[in-house]
């Protein structure tokens, strides 16, 4: 099974900058299924980014975050090579995580 | 060929725009779409109409370009490959049913066989090669078979549409009827396909923007925002005829692969981009 | 004042990576965040679950928040479809900290906030979902501080369904 995250990190003039799209449903608890059922909350509550122990972007997320999550930050100290590690976790406890190397 | 016309006089007549499709052969049908838009649109490009309503509005297009950052449809593509890499119970693959093993291939689609007469989808031939090697058929609007198709046009990507109409009187016909359906007034609306596209793109249509005729088969699959994934040209066509509250055709159904022929044509010229994104 | 409403306010504060920040009575205890898998328990459960923009901000930061129009935001004028809106957030503020997400007419107003340590600009970029037309606001922490921004976006259902 491929990861639940694909990551673009590119570094340019000391600035990297970080792309990452994960696979997940984001539930947002207000939707009906087709048999007008709830379709309980389902989302990613935590995703961090670290690079060299160190987290360097932590997005905390809710609900009404768009199925399939995007996230774009930048950040300073990193360089060309180095390894960046994405984690997830939802609200049921589910979790993945994957490195990337920055380009 | 004689009644598509009258209809198209009659169309043409009524609403005094000038979109009726008139040409003798296909070609001469396609020149007169494509003159048709250049001068509804004079400053888009002719590659840019592949882009449908972002080509012709800003606020859209930033949408799109930020969805095109990292495209919602990418884990869909990886999976896709994979099924298409993955070898059938046999130990065959799908690319043992296509030329140049299916990958570059998606301009070419949908074409006239002329031994079996009938028009082959993309999507028809997945299915077919699935089942001559003894798998069952996938469904067509979405899912598993969006997913391939998805990545056999990822790998066509930038190559021209290639649609051919051999000089045979079946596939003309196809053509035709394919044609004729495109601007045959259905449904309780009473709009034709062409109503929105080919009269009014560029306009508002309560709160949605109608992207061209020209360019609009070279993104598929598409990847919906209202669906939330990725599905066929067949799965839109029924979505439009349901819009215009007329019933809509089984995907594959032979009025629809006509259909598809016809549009595609159209569109001979401009690159595959597919998958794309839209609203 | 709830420990949530607290932590929240901490959790802003640690970001800058320095201590001695007085916070009331308090100080902060000077703390090098390791980075872990997360693990979702300092989640604020309550901020999220809390309708209304400034509800949200006081449930989260513990505090007001001022216009800013050092906030640069990037949305769509009308969105074309209000299950995925690109949503951008930048500013020249300093020594930010956190930047939140609210949409005011959403259930509940808070859809994303993220925590900028020391390093990392104080951009980001994301996908939200908006139930109608609505004000997206931005809340930058700077030196401590709440600053916003607003901006409307228009969503419309659309009609072409399929």
Same mark, same amino acid.
């Given at each position: 099974m491929a990861s639940s995250i694909r990551v673009r990190a590119v570094e340019n003039n000391g600035v990297t900058a970080l792309k990452a799209l994960v696979r997940h449903p984001?539930?947002?608890?207000f939707v009906k299924d087709s048999a007008g059922n709830v379709i309980p909350a389902h989302f990613i509550k935590v995703l961090t980014i670290s690079h060299n122990g160190k987290n360097v972007f932590v997005a905390n997320w809710g609900?009404?975050?768009?199925?399939?999550p995007f996230l774009e930050c930048r950040f300073k100290g990193a360089k060309k090579g180095d390894e960046l590690t994405i984690s997830w976790i939802d609200n049921e406890g589910a979790s993945d995580s994957t490195t990337a190397t920055i380009a | 060929m004689l009644k598509a016309k009258v209809i198209l006089v009659a169309l043409g007549a009524a609403l005094?725009?000038?979109?009726?499709?008139?040409?003798?052969?296909p070609e001469e049908d396609r020149k007169e779409t494509v003159e048709y838009f250049k001068q509804m649109?004079?400053?888009?490009?002719?590659?840019?109409?592949?882009n449908g309503q972002y080509a012709l509005n800003d606020d859209r297009r930033k949408q799109w370009e930020s969805m095109q950052?990292?495209?919602?449809y990418e884990f869909a593509v990886a999976e896709g490959q994979e099924m298409f890499e993955t070898p059938f119970a046999n130990g065959k693959?799908? #690319? /043992? +049913?296509?030329?140049?093993?299916?990958?570059?291939?998606?301009?070419?689609?949908?074409?006239?066989?002329t031994e079996k007469n009938e028009v082959i989808t993309l999507e028809l031939a997945i299915n077919r090669c699935r089942e001559s090697n003894g798998e069952e058929p996938l469904k067509w609007k979405k899912g598993a078979i969006a997913s391939i198709s998805a990545y056999m046009a990822s790998t066509s990507q930038g190559k021209p549409i290639n649609i051919k109409v051999p000089d045979d009187p079946d596939a003309l016909a196809a053509y035709q009827d394919g044609k004729e359906f495109y601007y045959s007034r259905r449904g309780q609306l009473n709009?034709?396909? #062409? /109503? +929105?596209?080919?009269?009014?793109?560029?306009?508002?249509?309560r709160a949605d923007f109608l992207s061209p005729?020209?360019?609009?088969?070279?993104?598929?699959p598409v990847h919906r925002s209202k669906w939330g994934e990725l599905g066929t040209l067949h799965r839109r066509f029924a979505g439009c005829n349901n819009n215009v509250r007329a019933d809509p055709l089984p995907a594959q159904s032979e009025e629809y692969r006509n259909l598809e022929y016809f549009l595609t044509y159209m569109s001979n010229?401009?690159?595959?981009?597919?998958?794309a994104t839209r609203p | 004042m709830t420990d949530q409403r607290r932590r929240g306010f901490l959790k802003g504060m640690l970001?800058?990576?320095?201590?001695?920040?007085?916070l009331g009575s308090g100080i902060v205890p000077l703390r090098v965040e390791a980075a872990t898998a997360?693990?979702?328990?300092?989640?604020?459960e309550k901020a999220f679950k809390t309708p209304g923009v400034d509800e949200t901000i006081a449930e989260l930061y513990g505090m007001e928040a001022n216009e800013s129009d050092q906030i640069t935001m990037d949305l769509?004028?009308?969105?074309?479809?209000g299950a995925v809106v690109p949503v951008s957030v930048e500013t020249t503020?300093?020594?930010?900290t956190g930047i939140a997400l609210l949409?005011?007419?959403?259930?509940?107003?808070?859809?994303a906030y993220f925590d900028i340590p020391e390093?990392?600009?104080p951009f980001v970029s994301n996908r939200l979902k908006m139930a109608e037309t609505t004000d997206v606001v931005a809340v930058v922490i700077s030196d401590g501080k709440a600053y916003k921004a607003t901006q409307n976006v228009k969503v419309t259902v659309g009609g072409c369904g399929g």
């Open positions: 984001m539930d947002s608890g609900p009404a975050v768009s199925k399939d | 005094a725009v000038p979109q009726a499709l008139a040409g003798a052969t649109f004079p400053d888009v490009p002719f590659e840019e109409f592949v950052d990292f495209p919602p693959t799908y #690319a /043992s +049913c296509f030329e140049n093993g299916g990958i570059g291939i998606r301009q070419n689609y949908p074409y006239f066989d709009f034709s396909c #062409a /109503s +929105c596209h080919v009269q009014n793109p560029g306009k508002w249509i005729t020209l360019g609009q088969p070279s993104n598929f010229g401009l690159p595959v981009v597919g998958p | 970001g800058v990576g320095v201590a001695g920040f007085a997360p693990d979702g328990s300092d989640w604020p769509p004028t009308i969105a074309q479809n503020l300093p020594n930010v949409v005011a007419k959403n259930p509940n107003a808070l859809a390093g990392t600009l």
